[in-house]
């Protein structure tokens, strides 16, 4: 079973500030650091090193976009389905305050300019039973669920950053949602927490799986058959950035690895645990080693 992630590529330029820039306030940081990131591009790096193969799409600019190749082909994936167009790549401003939360401000660049072309060219390389990851950073959404859908690939779609976008995908498609209740409050059009957003989700989308993720108090999983429940693992916090991308990646590459629900739960927890005591969002993703023999 192959993992495609047609998803976003992006520079993650991180300011250190005391606290976030407020309206009208212009505040000095007390650094900067380069990373690699976008959702995309963080999911693919936490699912192949989780053990899953994964193929990387999307689209780069020419001139800056090495360092944005090189990070995935270093977690083993693959990247020739990435296109390197005229202009430049995707980025994002992030702000991390103190206690390691952030503020993301995104710039599209080419991850907007993907083609129903290029869509269909990747698609063929996939078949049924293939898993394709999105997330809602780049454009032709729709077009990619209908196409992947009609060759009986299984979408997981990470609905974030939520946006009116989603709403015009065919969300009945999905067989695995990975969000939060804000997300879910959105798609279902009605705000509620925890069992009942979960219980909102699964009326909605029968034949869909969801996980439910809940900030401090861990994650839900349900399927209107079975569910679970997972806690957080408490770690010191450096950097918040990516721990959403790297649940993501380790749930369904431990699904694919052969893990039931609860294990592959339990095992997402704890790579976003460690990607949250590191700094940056590519390159705090740890390999499956590293979750396997940690002390959490
Ligand atoms: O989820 C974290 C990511 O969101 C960052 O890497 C940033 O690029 C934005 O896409």
Redesign the pocket.
Known sequence: MKVLNFG?L?I?YVYQVPHFVRAGETLSSFGRET?C??????QSIAASKGGAQVWHAGAVGKDDSQMLIDALEEAGVHTEFVMRLEGSS???I?QKNPDGQNC?L?YGGANQEITKEHVDQVLAHFDQGDFLIL?N?INQMPYIMEQAHKRGMQIVLNP??MNEKILECPLEYVDYFMLNEVEGADICGKEASGEEMLKQLLEKFPGSKVVLTLGEQGSLYGDGRESYQQGIFKVKVADT??A??TFTGFFISSLIRGCGVKEALETAAKASAIAVSRNG??PSIPTLKEVQECSL
């Open positions: 976003s992006n993650d990373f990131g976008g959702k995309g591009t963080n995707g980025h994002a992030i993301i995104l997330q950073e974030s950053p950035t990516a959403g991308d969002a590519g």
